[in-house]
């Protein structure tokens, strides 16, 4: 049968403007999570990553928030380029996995000039 | 540096055949991961090798398989294949040092089973 694409969260955001890409992921007992982005024929490429016992960190012109509570993560960019539209990910290494990581079903960010 | 390197990166198969996916990862990088992505399913985990030895699984056939030579170098091997197979398959390395765990991607192999 056809199958259903995955729904993918879109953002549109202007350029120059911050952007706030949000992820709710599903293991409590997670201790490490990673953003990727993913731009149209490529991998998905490292951006941050955080470790549980952190509820911030900063990188260049991103910042990754985490609040172990509601389990949720989000990804911050700072003055957002037409090089930043792309399909953004997170993911979450649950313990005991390795690197095994389950990825969230990403958010397409769309820069407008 | 080279980054991780997969072939080929296109190819178009029928429905029965075999097909085998070849991933180099970054030199000194020990740990190969191999992900499926679909727009039905999104990225999901297929297995992954450190030294050799398949480390962890993720919920596929046995159809799905792998392996890792001595060099770090890894293969994926799909056999019977399926229309549901169609996707990009892709590879990730990691130096997995002291829980480290990020995963650098190569650009993917892109399945078609016709």
């Known amino acids: 049968g056809e199958s259903v694409g995955l729904h993918l969260p879109t953002l549109s955001v202007q350029e120059g403007d911050n952007s706030i890409i949000n992820c709710a992921y599903s293991?409590?007992?997670?201790?490490?999570f990673i953003w990727y982005k993913q731009e149209s024929g490529k991998g998905p490429q490292f951006i941050i990553d955080?470790?549980?016992?952190?509820d911030k960190r900063q990188g260049q012109r991103v910042t990754v928030l985490l609040n172990k509570t509601v389990k949720h993560l989000s990804l911050q960019i700072a003055a957002t380029q037409p090089g930043d539209s792309a399909v953004y990910f997170c993911?979450?290494?649950?313990?005991?996995?390795?690197?095994?990581?389950?990825f969230g079903s990403g958010t397409q960010l769309t820069v407008l000039p | 540096k080279a980054g991780v390197t997969q072939t080929p990166r296109y190819l178009i198969k029928t429905r029965g055949q075999q097909v085998t996916l070849s991933c180099s990862p970054i030199?000194?990088?020990?740990?190969v991961s191999w992900y499926q992505q679909t727009p039905g399913q999104g990225l999901q985990f297929l297995f992954e090798?450190?030294?050799?030895?398949?480390?962890n699984k993720g919920n596929f056939p046995g159809r799905f398989s792998g392996r890792q030579f001595s060099n770090s170098r890894s293969e994926m091997n799909v056999s019977t294949l399926e229309l549901g197979d169609s996707a990009l398959y892709l590879c990730?390395?990691?130096?997995?040092?002291?829980?480290?765990?990020?995963?650098?991607f190569g650009a993917g192999s892109r399945l078609t089973v016709l």
């Open positions: 990730a390395s990691s130096l997995a040092v002291n829980g480290a765990n990020v995963l650098t």
């Open positions: 293991n409590s007992a997670s201790d490490y």
């Open positions: 955080i470790r549980s016992n952190m």
């Open positions: 993911a979450e290494n649950p313990p005991g996995s390795a690197r095994q990581l389950t």
């Open positions: 030199s000194g990088h020990r740990s």
């Open positions: 090798y450190f030294s050799e030895t398949q480390r």
